[in-house]
């Protein structure tokens, strides 16, 4: 069975709820016909979820990038008999970017749904729109229990471009939250988790050194200074503070992986053989566990920065090394979130706490005093993958959980 989408958006005008899909599946497979790969606009799916909320009588606001290209969508179905309650409540939060699918093999259209053997086949599938379509299913029975005055608490929702490529968007939403004097009790992104409860994940940061040496022959080796050579000294040291990591005493082991962690990913120069190069640089990324700062590995590489480049300007002046930060998301924390987590635990089948060592956008909102945790359907297994696919009891699962959370709100 193929699910066949549109990719145009909704005149604003004309929007009314029986344009749009009836249920999650329906949804998912409307999403994914969205190629929202981060290089892309996010713009027609958003202008398309905008009409579908307006038409339910919601008001929404809109965030933009620089450009103006990809924009945040935040939503609030009020609380309280007069619905003037826009303050307090939970937000859930999605992101609509994917990653690209270039070069990988995929055995259907990846923009086209597809559900075979009880999954749900496309990019974005688990990660993470299957979650954003069962916040649009259910929607509209949150805004018929708020016109009945029957919501105790607002429901925000929270969509989000570049979450792939440095979670860009969540930022400006939570700018734009504090700007309106919003502040939520909680937030749960729904990252896929198997529907289980993560509690806390590590941060991320990456960066880019630059050796900058000197060219010579090769012939004439000491006239130079090899930026190769001083570059894989410091990608050494790099190493040898990955392994210092896993040895501290202030590890957490209910992580999946319980250490800090450090790792070279990139690595170019050189010219030709017979050439003393006089550049290299190489990225790496450090992922802390939440308790950890990025001192804590920054401070040693800028130590043996300085030494190295003593010896390399000791020897031609002109030469130096850079340390540059290219991006990085905050650690999400576990230590504001215990309410939450015995909200969510009486939801879930699995009452387990987790924790991670991928990045979510969940750390932007517990660092703007905002206590998060993360669940959604899929597994992260499948994030990224060709194929990339969602169970559809996974959906269901999600589905059955955000309506107990809004009987909760509503209770």
């Not at 607002?154 to 939250?177: N, R, T």
């Not at 090899?226 to 005493?249: C, G, M, P, Q, T």
């Not at 991006?327 to 015995?342: N, Y």
Request: glycine share 8%; aromatic share 6%.
């Amino acid at each position: 069975m193929t699910l066949t989408v549109s990719n145009h958006s909704t005149m604003l005008s004309k929007a009314h709820v029986s344009d749009y899909p009836s249920d999650s599946l329906d949804w998912l497979g409307r999403l994914i016909g969205f190629d929202t790969v981060s290089r892309h606009s996010n713009l027609a799916l958003i202008h398309d979820v905008q009409g579908y909320c307006q038409a339910l009588g919601l008001d929404t606001t809109l965030s933009f990038n620089d450009q103006k290209d990809k924009a945040n969508l935040f939503v609030t179905v009020k609380a309280g008999m007069q619905q003037d309650i826009v303050s307090g409540g939970i937000v859930l939060s999605g992101h609509t970017d994917v990653v690209p699918v270039d070069g990988q093999n995929w055995s259907s259209q990846p923009f086209n749904a597809v559900v075979k053997d009880g999954k749900l086949f496309g990019r974005g599938a688990c990660d993470m729109k299957g979650f954003i379509a069962c916040l649009l299913t259910l929607l509209p029975k949150a805004v018929d229990l708020s016109n009945q005055g029957k919501l105790k608490k607002p429901l925000h929702l929270a969509l989000s471009f570049d979450e792939e490529v440095g979670c860009l968007g969540a930022p400006l939403i939570l700018a734009d939250l504090k700007a309106r004097g919003i502040q939520p009790d909680y937030c749960i992104v729904g990252e896929p988790t198997n529907m289980k409860m993560v509690t806390a994940h590590k941060g991320i940061a990456v960066y880019r050194c630059r050796v900058h040496g000197k060219s010579a022959h090769s012939s004439l080796t000491n006239r130079g200074v090899n930026a190769i050579s001083y570059a894989s000294r410091l990608v050494a040291f790099v190493d040898d503070l990955a392994e210092d990591l896993k040895s501290r005493d202030d590890i957490d082991e209910v992580f999946d992986v319980p250490f800090a962690t450090l790792s070279v990913g990139t690595i170019s120069g050189g010219t030709a053989t017979n050439i003393v190069p006089n550049f290299c640089e190489f990225t790496f990324d450090y992922r802390n566990l939440p308790h950890m700062s990025q001192d804590d590995i920054v401070i040693p590489i800028q130590n043996k920065i300085a030494e190295l480049s003593k010896q390399m300007q000791d020897r031609a002046p002109e030469t130096k090394i850079e340390l540059l930060q290219e991006e990085g998301v905050p650690a999400m924390t576990d230590r504001d979130s215990k309410a939450l987590q015995d909200l969510i635990a009486a939801l879930v089948d699995d009452d387990q706490r987790h924790k991670v060592a991928y990045a979510t956008e969940g750390g932007q909102f517990t660092n703007a005093g905002i206590p998060t945790i993360i669940c959604g359907p899929g597994s992260i297994e499948q994030a990224h993958k060709p194929d990339e696919f969602v169970e559809i009891s996974q959906i269901k699962r999600c589905d059955i959980f955000l309506q107990k959370l809004l009987e909760g709100l509503s209770a």
